[in-house]
């Protein structure tokens, strides 16, 4: 079986993590840049049969209608939002993902930071540097250093993430908590040692806050049946992390800082923060 498939992203990095199985060195790659115009693409690829894709690249309609081959459209992460999913099903083309292939990483990189936060990290980097590190000794003595294994840590959302992060919590001895809007089953509580609480109880427990990633959850964050919820994240105080997209919309994207401006009242005055803003 031949099948020709463009690869839009580096080069370098699909050769890294490319299977050493026979069947892929039959296949016709073409790799383009990620950021390729929708004529540079046609132009090494009009009669490509699968498209790989950075999880940020748009794929379009017009795109889609004008790939006749095209049966597969990958995206090599979890984002697939950027994909027009309506032409792909009016064409029958099979649209897939990487589903928590990074959940692993993103839970570790939130307990490193969990761990810098308590141990001072980056004032005592600062510190050692200045050659004050006597001094921040002296201070985290007086002041107490909290362990994480005295931490109380709570997890909005239980999905691959969400459970990577309870797995790599427990040896620590954390408590565990958990709000997500459909209660898991009690074996799976069982299983990560976590204990559910609603998300007014959780901000009791002192969970300073939320993040919402509207491309990934896929809602538009200026939709009026969300305004509750803000409010109601408004009424606990809580911190509010947005993972926002580009600053111009694009078919697709769920999620702007102009959509952000339009509910902003409705968080009543708690911290927001817009994000890693993609572009």
């Known amino acids: 079986l031949f099948v020709k498939i463009v690869i839009l992203g580096a080069e370098a990095r699909y050769r890294a993590y490319q ?18 115009t929708e004529a540079e693409i046609l132009a090494a690829g009009a009669d490509a049969e699968v498209l790989f894709v950075d999880a940020i690249t748009p794929v379009t309609a017009s795109l889609i209608d004008r790939l006749p081959k095209l049966r597969l459209i990958h995206s090599e992460g979890v984002a697939y939002d950027r994909i027009d999913l309506d032409a792909a099903r009016q064409r029958n083309i099979y649209v897939c993902n990487n589903k ?110 939320v993040k919402f990633h509207p491309p990934f959850q896929h809602f538009s964050l200026d939709d009026p049946k969300y305004r509750p919820v803000y409010r109601k994240i408004g009424d606990l105080g809580l911190i509010t992390v947005i993972h926002p997209g580009r600053a111009l919309p694009e078919e697709g994207y769920y999620c702007y800082p102009s959509s952000f401006a339009r509910v902003a009242d409705a968080f009543q005055g708690a911290p927001v923060v817009l994000a890693h803003m993609g572009g």
């Open 100 to 209: 928590g292939c990074n959940a692993g990483a993103v839970a570790e990189q939130a307990i490193l930071l969990m761990l810098m936060l308590l141990r001072h990290a980056l004032p005592g980097d600062r510190a050692v540097r200045a050659g004050r590190q006597m001094e921040m000794k002296e201070r985290c003595m007086v002041e107490g250093i909290t362990e994480l294994s005295a931490c109380k840590v709570g997890l909005v959302g239980f999905g691959d993430i969400g459970r990577a992060t309870a797995e790599r919590l427990a040896p620590f001895g954390c408590e565990l908590y958990y709000y997500t809007r459909h209660r898991r089953a009690p074996e799976e509580e069982r299983k990560y040692g976590v204990t559910y609480l609603p998300l007014e109880e959780l901000a009791a427990a002192g969970v300073p806050g």
């Open 19 to 36: 299977p050493a199985m026979p069947f892929i060195q039959q296949q016709e790659l073409v790799f383009l840049d990620k950021d390729s």
